[in-house]
């Protein structure tokens, strides 16, 4: 069995193996477009643990655009030139200025500001860092809910909930059919938005080894400086719960996650689970290729 991950798409699914990475589109037509693309072998060190967290963060970034470039080529048939990798690194430039200043500088002034009313936060690093971490998840939850009432992206969240019930499907070993993947959950417990929970929570107690009498200055760059450690610990978090999903104190853990998936899925047509069939026979036929 394979380890798989996948990310929907404008109307479609992007998968992705050891091996590379493919992605299907629903056209306007009904009809369905495929790309594919073989990944190079990364380097020994950079498949440690912690480090290769990071790695597959920023790769996921890349790849992720990437997706969503064809994919929005193909929704709304108009195929034109790829980005260059200048205009990529640009595009994840962008996304990564726009995350620091929505889940890391508004929280930390947010919690400046409550400090400055309530003496008792600034008390200690932990309790500082506990209420920067509760305003950085009602932020989160707000920009999800928001985001989830466009209605582009309501088609996206069922492209999600039609990948995970793909990969359920292939975990469990059964037939890559309609009919046997519809009663499969839309919740998995390898899914981006777990992870992102376990970010946030990971941040808590990471960012709480700031001293406390820093600047505000300080506070934030030592932020930023620490998040390619905070998706590195919490991707190996991820990768062992998602193992030990059976677990009952792991089971409990991933609860939340799966909990806030519910805002990130939906139930999916049984057109939209055909997408998520084709990229995944798609990747598997590509690492078959590579073997």
Known sequence: MKNIGGQAVIEGVMMKGRKGWTVAVRGPKGDISVKRESISELPAILKLPVIR?????????????????????????????SLSPLAIGGTIGVAILLGIALFILFPLYATKLL??????????????NV????????????????????KEMRRIFEYHGAEHKVIHAYESGDELTVNNIKDN????????????LIVMIVSIFTFSLIPQDWSFLYKLLSRIVLIPAIAGISFEVL????????????????????????????????????????????VLSLEESHV
């Open 185 to 196: 959950s839309p919740l998995h417990p390898r899914c981006g938005t777990s992870f992102l």
């Open 239 to 282: 990768k062992v719960s998602a193992k030990q999903k059976k677990n009952i104190v792991m089971h409990l853990l991933i609860q939340p996650g799966l909990l806030l998936q519910r805002l990130t899925t939906r139930e999916p047509d049984d057109s939209q689970i055909e997408v998520a069939v084709r990229a995944l026979q798609e």
């Open 53 to 81: 967290g990071v790695i597959a963060l920023f790769y996921a970034l890349s790849l992720g655009i990437k997706a969503i470039e064809f994919s929005a080529g193909k929704a709304y048939e108009e195929d034109g030139k």
């Open 115 to 128: 400090g400055a009313l309530f003496g008792s936060i600034n008390d200690s690093s932990f309790i500082f």
């Open 131 to 150: 209420v920067d971490g509760i305003i950085r998840i009602i932020v989160f939850l707000g920009y999800i809910v928001t985001i989830g009432m466009w």
